[in-house]
């Protein structure tokens, strides 16, 4: 399994799991400006029997296709569409496909949450998958929409969920033992301006502040120089030390892992969060915030007609959302307890591709004749030319072995990318605007 952040290492490898539970899993982390930490990994809590941090290009260039039986690929779109090329031309020069194909393993991609942008790009990079998950109903018919639209074989779309659903059923407010606890679930890049986050944290602990029974938690995704999936401009961290009066004493900035903080959660709030789909499966109240209007670039249009639109002020006054059934059913949230079967359909798919003596050679849509102008640049960024060879330089190149397979090397080894991160992320930028001034 090939990953390139914390949250899509989550996906691939719980995905693995729920395909077949007794397996061997191989992790791969792909080296770039969101490859985890050990202290992420940790708190993902998925784990691998194996696990080592490489370039695409090494990756295609050493993976043994007799040794594996499935590959899941949990990356971005566009280094999903250089593996695949890198992969087929790998895999053509080892053993040409002849009329019945060739031998080699399933490749299986996906999404790790809520699409809400980019459905076409990201869709189109991902074609040439053997299986492309859909994590629901609504996806499915989706994505074979997009492939049709183009011309390109849908078949490879097969209706799942998301592999990290589950927990305790939510019985009801919290006993006298803890206290009613309120659970706002940040992002990373939603909303990015520093008013907005600003606004959203203010009213978080304003609800703290006019419910001081309660326990008000801010659900942060990573500590300062650490990424994940999506770059975060401005960390609430640095926000909350800048709250009026301090941050209360019920609200307080809290990491783990979603799945244990849930536990003692009895109304989870977000702006778009693929969290709400973890709490509404659970049964737990949930709102999604329409306080910044509810618009795309939010994601919270994604949340039309689930019942669980609110604002803060509804919330202060002691709304909770009461979900639409329909609408969970179509988003794959199986509240009534059919969850396991979601992956009979993905389990059927790789089993029978398995026992293919043949599988035909990889082929994404995206070639050097349909995308001359596009699919050049995707694969440049991973090493890789046109034709998904090495490009001059990177071939010869040693492969740098990654030092998660020692944790205090590695610790030594984030604590410096977090702060190369931040010279290029943060420092460069503001140098750069400062020049223009």
């Not at 783990?256 to 536990?263: I, K, Q, R």
């Not at 009534?336 to 993905?346: H, L, S, V």
């Not at 849509?365 to 596009?374: C, F, K, L, N, S």
Request: hydrophobic share 40%; net charge neutral.
């Amino acid at each position: 399994m090939l990953a390139d952040s914390d949250t899509r290492w989550k996906w691939g490898a719980l995905t693995a799991y729920r395909i077949q539970s007794d397996i061997r899993l191989d992790g791969y982390l792909l080296r770039g400006r969101a490859t985890p930490t050990v202290r992420q990994l940790d708190e993902v809590g998925a784990r691998a029997d194996s696990l080592r941090e490489i370039r695409g290009v090494d990756f295609v260039r050493s993976l043994d296709r007799t040794r594996y039986d499935v590959i899941v690929l949990a990356c971005v779109g566009g280094a999903v569409q250089a593996m695949l090329h890198g992969l087929a031309r790998a895999w053509q020069q080892e053993a040409p496909a002849d009329a019945a194909g060739q031998r080699r393993p399933v490749v299986v991609t996906g999404y790790v949450g809520v699409v809400y942008e980019k459905l076409a790009d990201g869709l189109l990079l991902r074609h040439g998958a053997d299986v492309v998950l859909a994590n629901s109903r609504y996806d499915a018919d989706r994505f074979r929409a997009v492939y049709r639209g183009v011309g390109a074989d849908d078949h490879s779309v097969v209706e799942c969920a998301l592999p990290f659903l589950g927990g305790a059923r939510y019985t009801g407010p919290g006993a006298e033992s803890r206290p009613h606890t309120v659970v706002f679930a940040a992002q990373p890049s939603v909303p990015d301006s520093r008013a907005d986050r600003t606004y959203l944290l203010r009213r978080a602990v304003e609800h703290a502040r006019r419910h001081p029974g309660r326990e008000v938690l801010i659900k942060l995704r990573s500590k300062p120089g650490e990424h994940t999936t999506h770059i975060e401009e401005l960390p609430y961290q640095k926000l909350a030390a800048k709250v009026p009066g301090g941050m209360p004493a019920n609200c307080r900035l809290v990491y783990g892992n979603m799945g244990e903080v849930l536990d003692r959660t009895d109304l989870l709030v977000t702006v778009s969060s693929t969290a709400a789909l973890e709490s509404l499966h659970r049964g737990i109240p949930t709102a999604v915030l329409t306080d910044l209007g509810v618009r795309e670039v939010l994601g919270n249009h994604h949340f039309l007609g689930s019942g669980c639109l609110a604002s803060w002020d509804e919330l202060d006054a002691g709304h909770l959302p009461q979900p639409d059934r329909e609408w969970l059913a179509a988003q794959g949230v199986a509240a009534d307890g059919d969850y396991e079967q979601a992956f009979d359909a993905a389990r059927a798919r790789v089993t029978e591709l398995r026992a293919a003596d043949r599988l035909p050679a990889l082929a994404p849509y995206y070639t050097p004749r349909t995308a001359p102008g596009y699919l050049p640049g995707i694969l440049a960024r991973h090493g890789l030319d046109p034709e998904g060879e090495p490009l001059p330089g990177h071939a010869e190149a040693p492969e740098q072995t990654g030092g998660l397979r020692r944790v205090a090397r590695e610790t030594v080894r984030e604590a410096a990318r977090g702060a190369y991160r931040h010279g290029v992320q943060r420092v460069a930028p503001a140098i750069r605007r400062w020049g223009q001034l």
